[in-house]
Structures are given as structure tokens and as C-alpha cells.
């Protein structure tokens, strides 16, 4: 199943592809700003400063999710061999780092109206802090460790370590005292935000999933290039 994979048909998809998701990223981004900047009302405490939370959240989301991803596929590297699963986390990585330091500075810019103060060595906040220190460490490793062996072992060590601060950002902010606001919107159980204020979040997400999934496209077509250019059509 994992066996040989032909790149050649795997790149004649995503060379295509960005241009699609460029235009549906624009139209979807286009209206996640509408809703978020003028549609959405503002927070009866927090007032407008509650805008922040469109680009906040769904930064966080995606910089979470990416590595999530980028571990599942460390392990798949180790587990089946096979070389595809590491160029695809790398492809990931940069997008993800990007929106991970989003996260950051606007939950620095969001808390200094909020708590008072532009940084607190919050449990959340931290253990957002080490998933960036992650995901500089890993990319760091693609461009300055030459052995190819030793290369994928070790961003593969970096991916599956990183996947242990998972659960601790996703539950910081029950496992332990946090200036941190509990999470809103749940998958199994009742979402507590309204749903003026969902919709805009949800489209703002989409909207950043989706330029992820460009830049990830871009970052992996980059790939295949330098792998048909050194003769190797099959990983």
C-alpha cells in the first residue's frame, strides 16, 4: 500500500491545483472579512477589541492542526519507510510556523486590553510558545542537517515529540489555573459562542485553512521539482 508512489501523477495535481485554491480563498476570505470586521457585533466587555479573535483563533487552530499532522506523519515515515510522509510534513511546516507566530502576537496584542499586560507566562500561552520553538527546531533541521539518513530521523524525533504538547495546549486551560478563557466552540459538546459571532469564526478559518493548503502546495510542488530534477520519479 505504502510501497512505491509515483510523484509524477501526484504532480500533475497539485501543479495545477493552487490556482483553484487561490480563487476560493480570496471569495472565502473576501466574506470571513466582511462578517468578522463589519457584520459581527461588537463584545458588550471587550467591545471592538473582540475582532482580534477572527485571526486569533483560527491561527491557533491551524498552527495546532498542521503539527498534528506533521507527527501523524513523522510516525508514518518511521512505521512504513517510505520518504513521501517526511517531504509532505516539511511541505506543511512553513504555513504552519507562520500562523503559529500570528497566534502569538495577536493573543499579545488581544491581552494587553484584556489582562492588562502584553505577555503572561500563561499555561496556554506557553505551551503555544514551545509548539512554535517545535516548529522552528524542525524546519531548522531541514536546512542544516545534510545526512539524509540522519536528517529524516531526526525531524521524524521532532514531529513525534512535538505531538506530546498537543493535549497539553488543547487542555491547559482545564488542567490548570490560566488567565485563559475556556474553549468556546466544542465538537462534542455545546458551543457557547453566538452564532454572529461563529459564522465569521468559521469563514476565517476556512479561509486560513485555505491558504495553508497554497502555501503547502507550493512548498510541496517546489519539492517534487527538486526530486524530478535529481532522477528520482518514485519515492
Known amino acids: 500500500m505504502f510501497g512505491l508512489i509515483d510523484n509524477s501523477k501526484i504532480f500533475s495535481i497539485t501543479s495545477k491545483a493552487p490556482k ?12 470571513g472579512l466582511l462578517e468578522a470586521l463589519v457584520l459581527s457585533p461588537e463584545d458588550y466587555i471587550q467591545s471592538h477589541s473582540v475582532r482580534i479573535m477572527y485571526v486569533h483563533v483560527p491561527s491557533a487552530w491551524i498552527s495546532i492542526g498542521i503539527f498534528l499532522l506533521i507527527g501523524i506523519l513523522s510516525i508514518g515515515s518511521v512505521i512504513f519507510k517510505n520518504k513521501i510522509f517526511s517531504i509532505i510534513a516539511k511541505s506543511l511546516a512553513p504555513s ?27 499555561s496556554r500561552i506557553t505551551s503555544m510558545l514551545i509548539l512554535c520553538l517545535f516548529y522552528i527546531l524542525y524546519i531548522l533541521s531541514w536546512r542544516i542537517i545534510e545526512d539524509k539518513n540522519k536528517l529524516n530521523k531526526i525531524t521524524s524525533l521532532i514531529g513525534m515529540l512535538g ?34 459571532m461563529l459564522v465569521p469564526l468559521t469563514l476565517m478559518t476556512a479561509a486560513f ?13 517546489t519539492e517534487m521539482i527538486k526530486i524530478k530534477n535529481k532522477g528520482l520519479d518514485r519515492l
Open 20 to 31: 483553484y485554491v487561490f480563487f476560493v480563498f480570496v471569495i472565502v476570505l473576501s466574506i
Open 96 to 122: 504552519g510556523l507562520v500562523f503559529n507566530i500570528i497566534a502569538l502576537v495577536t493573543g499579545s496584542i488581544w491581552g494587553k486590553p484584556t489582562w492588562g499586560t502584553w505577555w503572561a507566562w500563561d
Open 163 to 196: 505531538l506530546i504538547n498537543i493535549p497539553i495546549i488543547k487542555f491547559s486551560v482545564d488542567w490548570w489555573s490560566t488567565l485563559h478563557q475556556p474553549s468556546s466552540v466544542r465538537l462534542l459538546e455545546k458551543t457557547t459562542i453566538h452564532s454572529s
Open 209 to 221: 485553512a485555505l491558504f495553508s493548503l497554497l502555501i503547502f502546495l507550493m512548498k510541496y510542488n
